[in-house]
């Protein structure tokens, strides 16, 4: 994770910068030093801070970066984040990307508390997906648990999900379940996507330990449900938004997952000013 967090940073400081940030060079002189203020504009759920950290830090190790408030934690509008003191230079050339994270993370951490309070009082949780940007799937899942989410697999290395495509080419659901029993381990959980109720009879009697309800109806999905018992868990899938996810947890399902988690969460709006 440190890895992986120390080369987005260098790569994105270096597509903001390239050879110098030649407005800061012309203006401000090389000794000047500042304090800067990173402020929320309006209320939210925080995640990112110490990666911000991190940003200035890449560009003068002697920047002085104290925060205010720690990831998960909820900000009001108007609160300060965290002080920055260093190098006017230093400071400019890294609020850009230091506040790009940070807006994006707060954005989906802000995004999933409100899914997740909306499913208070029910057994649902909310899940995130794979629907995540190319090179950030690590932290945009942080920041989903940050909002108080949960994680489904990473990728497509530590989960088994069956879904409709490798349905279609194995040539149906019990062709599927036969080839994966074939290559896994006995003991490893195998979640198989159904579309219809005949699909769910189908996967529980192939042996799946997870079903996922795809597009489904609440009306459908409680019936879904019913046939399931409390044999596996079941998750729910597919058009999930924050008007209806209060209606699918009362189906009865365990989880419920929601792509728009990490790829329609709006950024936050964060700000950082000189003092």
């Known amino acids: 994770m440190e890895h992986l967090i120390e080369k987005l940073i260098e790569e994105a400081l270096f597509e903001d910068i390239g050879p110098g940030d030649i407005t800061s060079e012309a203006v401000i002189p090389d000794e000047v030093s500042s304090t800067a203020e990173i402020i929320a504009k309006q209320d939210l759920v925080l995640a990112g801070v110490l990666i911000a950290r991190e940003v200035f830090r890449k560009l003068d190790p002697w920047v002085q970066f104290t925060p205010l408030a720690h990831d998960g934690s909820r900000v009001q509008s108007g609160s300060i984040i965290a002080q920055v003191q260093g190098r006017t230079r230093m400071l400019l050339a ?10 994006h993370l707060s ?4 995004l999933t508390s409100r899914f997740v309070d909306a499913l208070k009082g029910s057994r649902a949780e909310i899940l995130d997906t794979r629907k995540t940007l190319p090179g950030l799937r690590a932290l945009e899942k942080y920041a989903v648990r940050m909002g108080g989410g949960r994680n489904h697999r990473f990728g497509l290395y530590d989960g088994i999900l069956i879904k409709d495509n490798h349905i279609k080419a194995a040539g149906g659901i019990i062709k599927a379940m036969a080839g994966i029993r074939k290559k896994v381990h006995p003991l490893l959980k195998i979640e198989v996507e159904v579309k219809t109720l005949d699909e769910v009879r189908e996967a529980m009697a192939a042996g799946a330990t997870m079903i996922l309800l795809d597009n489904m109806q609440p009306a459908l999905m409680k019936q879904a449900v019913g046939i399931v018992g409390e044999r596996v868990l079941v998750e729910a899938s597919g058009n999930v938004t924050l008007d209806n996810v209060k209606a699918i947890a009362e189906t009865g399902v365990d989880f419920i997952s929601s792509g728009s988690l990490t790829h329609s969460a709006p950024a936050a709006d964060i700000s950082m000013k000189i003092k």
């Open 107 to 110: 954005g989906i951490a802000t």
């Open 94 to 103: 890294g609020e850009r990307v230091a506040l790009n994270l940070m807006q």
